[in-house]
């Protein structure tokens, strides 16, 4: 093994870990606090590519600016949705066992609502640009550039989001909310405004994960799905609830994924899903627990 | 309304439709036993969905796994055996996979089993999809076919053996055990029900069904290949019919399946493009604001208490 695939397999899994990380903290904020698992969560994913893309090709927008429009945009549009219909079914389900089989179906139908409109208004064609399509030498190795930009970019994403749950106020009320929803009213927290935005922070995250991936590959409307069956896995291996579990699981997840892809292409999903199996088998509330 | 007599008109007016169903062949447009081919699938999938999940509170979303694996039987072994054959192993496979599946996921309590089964569908698509490239050296398989009448008749009789076995469960003790385990798991283990056998013999039967559907199926539908046969949206469309229709009702799943099935043929036929967001948009109603179905609604007219609810 040359070092060179050590460093390709090295960076492509910390890319892919960050991407993984990004997608299922987002998904973990959804499920794990506001008890919806958002199964068009990878959708958002989807839109968030495509904004990024039509700010590049129409505005010549840099993709890494782009996390200014797109970020605000798919808030937004969590927010809206989570006002709208997922409240609603809250307000209108007996118990919250009741409320999760619902919102996760009405979610399923989310899925189909947005996946159209995209295929309907962006067609079904895959969809490229081209961005720091150079390669760089470093230490006698070349990396493309892009790549590097997007691994940078998603660290520092990673880290002002770490930053922002373990230190910031709100980031302390979100955490409350998920341990524990009663008590943190108790403690004078918002709950409804909390679980909102993060449901709201959730679709925020999936788009700027959107953003990197298409700074990599081709985009189609179709390309959301494998990402949210790969942030519930990431869901499940960090535990519901544990944010900062998200984070690691979708880093373990990614160098896996990785690994695999070099040895046997084919199997990369079916690996991280025996491994989802053994963890749900195992220890059902997450390696890292709750 | 005495027990009895209100058994009796029940059988009466089922075998009525049965006969009816059973001669429409002979005075219907040839294309009408097609079209109602698809409706009885979704009939078998909703009930055998509806049987365990049901009363358990157990979502299942494996019915595409289920579904697939008996199609698959049927390409692998259509031309090794005759087609009623071929038809029993399918569900036999399925009902085998079924039990694995359940003794697996023995420990997994709420929510944690709709996430573990939608997986599941995930992981055997993606495995058949490498064993078909890599071993087999295959994209998908042709299967044999069967004359559309055969196909249809098959159906029927499915049908009427799923609502059958459903109602026999549903009167039996069985049914009372799986209700308990709905109700109250913890508790219906403590006086003496043995819960997991019978979480793993009920999820297994219900995937017999789906698994003998999907053998037929396969037949109709002449070739298939991972993507088809194990697709997503039919994890989420039996949920959907059975909850439109009213879980806690015998009849619900069925009439659910019914007019769901219409409806989304005519939206198919009218409107071919934007039938999935149409698609979409009918699943968030329905869940929104038919939580306990068109049966649900009759029985709010009628005053009465409702049975359960559904969904987990």
Redesign the interface.
Same mark, same amino acid.
């Not at chain 2, 420990?107 to 944690?112: D, E, H």
């Not at chain 2, 609810?309 to 987990?312: D, F, H, I, T, V």
């Given at each position: 093994m040359s070092i060179k695939l050590v460093f390709d397999v090295a960076i492509t899994g910390l890319i892919m870990g960050g991407i993984y990380a990004l997608i299922a903290m987002g998904l973990n904020l959804q499920y794990g606090v506001a008890r919806v698992l958002n199964v068009s969560h990878g959708e958002f994913v989807m839109v968030g590519a495509f904004i990024t893309y039509f700010a590049h090709k129409l505005f010549g927008i840099n993709p890494l600016l782009s996390l200014v429009l797109c970020g605000p945009l798919l808030f937004i549009i969590g927010l809206f949705m989570y006002r709208t219909l997922f409240q609603y079914l809250r307000r209108t389900s007996q118990s919250l066992d009741v409320f999760e089989g619902r919102s996760m179906l009405a979610s399923f139908g989310a899925l189909y609502v947005i996946q159209n409109i995209a295929l309907l208004w962006w067609g079904p064609n895959v969809k490229a640009y081209s961005y720091l399509n150079y390669p760089i030498r470093f230490l006698g190795l070349t990396f493309e550039a892009n790549r590097l930009a997007a691994l940078l970019f998603t660290l520092v994403l990673i880290l002002v989001f770490y930053l922002f749950v373990v230190y910031s106020k709100a980031g302390k009320a979100i955490r409350a909310a998920a341990q524990n929803e009663k008590s943190a009213q108790l403690m004078g927290i918002n709950v409804p405004a909390v679980l909102g935005s993060c449901f709201a922070l959730g679709s925020l995250l999936a788009g700027l994960a959107g953003s990197v991936i298409s700074m990599m590959q081709e985009i189609t409307p179709l390309i959301g799905f494998p990402y949210l069956i790969i942030a519930m896995i990431v869901l499940v291996l960090g535990g519901a609830g544990n944010i900062l579990g998200s984070l690691l699981g979708g880093l373990i997840l990614g160098s896996v994924t990785t690994i695999v892809m070099y040895v046997e292409p084919g199997l990369s999903l079916v690996v991280s899903y025996v491994i989802f199996a053994l963890i749900l088998l195992i220890r059902p509330e997450g390696v890292l627990g709750r | 309304m005495d027990n009895t007599t209100g058994l009796l008109k029940k059988g009466f007016f089922s075998s009525l439709l049965v006969l009816f169903l059973a001669t429409l062949p002979f005075y219907m447009p040839p294309y009408t036993p097609l079209a109602v081919t698809s409706i009885l699938m979704y009939v078998v999938l909703t009930v055998s969905w509806a049987m365990f999940c049901g009363p358990t509170?157990y /979502?299942s979303l494996a019915t595409a796994t289920f579904f697939g694996v008996g199609m698959y039987t049927s390409a692998v072994l259509g031309e090794r055996l005759p087609f009623p054959l071929v038809v029993v192993c399918g569900s036999l496979v399925s009902f085998l996979i079924g039990l694995l599946t359940g003794y697996?996921?023995l420990?997994?309590? !709420?929510?944690?089993f709709?996430? &573990?089964t &939608? =997986?599941?569908n995930?992981?055997v698509r993606?495995?058949v999809?490498?064993w078909e490239?890599?071993v087999a050296h295959t994209v998908g398989r042709w299967v044999v076919l069967v004359d559309s009448l055969t196909i249809y008749y098959y159906m029927l009789a499915i049908v009427v053996l799923t609502v059958l076995v459903t109602f026999v469960i549903n009167r039996s003790r069985y049914g009372l055990i799986l209700l308990s385990i709905g109700e109250a798991e913890e508790a219906a283990a403590h006086i003496g029900i043995n819960v997991t056998r019978y979480r793993i013999f009920f999820f297994a039967l219900s995937c017999f069904f789906i698994g003998m559907a999907g053998a037929v199926m396969a037949t109709k539908w002449a070739y298939i290949d991972p993507r088809i046969a194990f697709n %997503?949206v039919l994890n &989420?469309t039996p949920? $959907?019919m059975a909850?439109f229709g009213g879980v806690g009702m015998m009849y619900g799943p069925i009439v659910g399946a019914g007019v769901l099935t219409l409806a989304s043929e005519i939206l198919l036929s009218r409107f071919p493009?934007?039938y /999935?967001?149409l698609? =979409?948009? $009918?699943?968030?109603v329905i869940?929104?604001f038919l %939580?306990d179905g068109l049966v649900g609604l009759t029985k709010r007219w009628r005053k009465a208490p409702l049975l359960s609810?559904? !969904? =987990?």
């Open positions: - | 509170r /979502m697996i996921c420990r997994l309590r !709420g929510f944690y709709a996430i &573990f &939608f =997986g599941l995930e992981l993606n495995f999809l490498w490239g890599r %997503p &989420f949920v $959907l909850l493009y934007y /999935m967001l698609y =979409g948009i $009918l699943f968030i869940i929104s %939580p609810q559904a !969904g =987990g």
